[in-house]
């Protein structure tokens, strides 16, 4: 970031938080928004309130396809530059540019790295930095200055280089919000983050009173609240309660017969428990196919009774979070997973979607389309493994986790943009997939044993 004084002006007026440091300075955001703004939902609101009865929208455009089971793996906060550094033809850079316009080499740090980074929307707004991407080492100290330029070891995530080099690997993938966990999980789930009308949910949860960090959902403490933005004017709005009534993709899922099931490590409210926090999933019998521990799902697979659609969220203890949990199990947790799936009968069946719910922080040399006050993010990972994905292929096309969502309805019957949310821009993946070749033999991607450890029920991370 140049040395100069900022003033926050539209971006920190978003996120409430406000400097006065001079006058006449430019915004972290490009003011007001890129010159390519895509107006989102096509005009519609962001509020994509569920009906008694679901209403199709737009045209299915994907013809029928070998997949009978879509897996969505949801890791946390990294990016390719920092994972997936060596596959090749991907756009990946082991340089980043410092606070100085400065190009400094990245560094090999551990998934086990012993501190988190900043990932607030207020910290995306300082690593974006109305472009420049040279915000990530703002406000640290000369010490840790270069925390946030790193990489993996190859040691630690051969298993992830493995998949995305045997298979596909998205190197135009980017979260659809601004910020922490929660909201980048109902993305997932329900293709927005709307709060009402007019604005969408922008961070974690935290306490009315202490202002602390806390967990969020319907079962929430009464006292919980989360930010929000209007995504047209950029100005902060009233702080809500985590418990929303969105259309999710199950509804449309249940209408068309097809089973689902979320997998998350503990049940209740959290930041990482997306349809805790869907009010009519929450209180409805549509919430007994929300089960945990995460590990479940392995069961589920050696028993034959993996669902069509399945969310996977980790233990935090092998989710790749940084600074709390100090462990490099997350590529063999997603390996044991992609492993069981490849050795089963539904491996013929079946196309995983491997990615990361937000940057956590880490550098990324890739500028983030932005198209609202709220969307998108930076480059989050995104890994595709099928009988038929494309071998070796790297995919060009901008993705976000809406298109996961479009692939999934065109999979299975449901017209693209259903949910009149992000999976109405977004793209379906169909590059990623060759339908007209033979299904791949599987080979096992060799991996450390996956081993939950004795203790999985610990706190929240975001």
Known sequence: M???CIEYLVCLAAIGAWASCG?????PFSPPVSRQLTVPYQGRSPLNTPSTQLRMTGVSSLATTPIQHVVIIFQENRTPDYLFQGVPRADISRFAIDRNDQKVPLLPVSLAAGYDLG???HDFARDYDRGTLDGFDHGLSRAHRLFAFGYAPRSEVKPYVDMATQYVFADRMFQSNQGPSLPAHLYIVTGTAAASENYVVTDNPYDRDTRHGTVGGCDAPKDTLMKTVDLHEGSPGPPVFPCFDHKALSDFLDAKRVSWRYYEYKRGPGVWQAFDAIKHVRYGRDYANVVSPSQRILRDIKKHRLADVSWVTPGPAWSDHAGKYDTTKGPAWVAAIVNAIGESSYWNSTAIFITWDDWGGWYDHVKPPIFNYGELGFR??????????????????????????AFTEETYGI????LEAT???????????????????????????FDPGPNTDVPDAD
């Open 119 to 121: 990932h607030s929307r």
């Open 380 to 405: 989050v990972p995104l890994v595709i493994v099928s009988p038929y994905a494309r071998r070796g292929y790297v995919s060009k096309v901008q993705h976000e986790f809406g298109s996961i969502l």
């Open 415 to 418: 017209p693209k943009g259903s």
């Open 23 to 27: 006058a006449g300075q430019t915004s």
């Open 2 to 4: 140049r040395k100069r």
């Open 423 to 449: 999976d109405v821009r977004a793209d379906d993946l169909m590059d990623a997939f060759d339908f007209h070749q033979q299904p791949r033999k599987f080979i096992d991607i060799p991996a450390p044993p």
